[in-house]
């Protein structure tokens, strides 16, 4: 059995998209979820690490991401593991989206799965735009500078 169940907090990070992206900016929205979907999820049994955001028509939808089926329900309730699932956003806010996605190079992708302390599901998605090698690399030199200042600092 998978371990405890989660009733509010992180469920899931994305600590790649840090890494991968540089992001520019965040909103949260909601998900559409079934009811052993949003089980799995309180289980912890979801992996966010190669979602993204698509159109389709006036709505967008988060895919790539995997909610597995809990051993205890797959044989009576069967769901698409990989579907793509709709956001939950104001009119307003999918058409900001929406043209932000029309930018070049521009990326939205799922940074955080948690629980909202009303117990509601939510995702933070970040608008982003991909890291080459160089970029990449200066961030992780950032990084270690700041690791290392902040030892001297200590000592």
Do not use: C
């Given at each position: ?19 991968s992206?540089s ?41 790539g ?91």
């Amino acid at each position: 059995m998978p371990r405890s169940i989660i009733k509010f907090g992180q469920v899931s990070e994305n600590r790649k998209a840090r890494y991968s992206y540089s992001i520019e900016d965040t909103i949260e929205a909601g998900i559409s979820l079934t009811g052993a979907e949003l089980k799995s999820v309180r289980y912890g049994l979801v992996t966010i690490v190669d979602g993204f955001v698509q159109r389709r028509g006036r709505d967008l939808y988060l895919a790539g991401i995997e909610i597995q089926k809990l051993p205890t329900v797959a044989r009576i309730v069967n769901f698409d593991e990989r579907r793509p699932r709709q956001l939950l956003l104001h009119r307003a806010q999918i058409n900001r989206l929406i043209g932000k996605l029309q930018e070049r190079g521009a990326t939205i992708v799922p940074l955080k799965l948690y629980f909202n302390n009303r117990g509601k599901l939510k995702v933070l998605l970040g608008v982003g735009y991909g890291k080459n090698k160089v970029d990449k690399r200066e961030t992780i030199k950032r990084r270690e500078w700041d690791k290392h200042k902040a030892r001297l600092l200590k000592g």
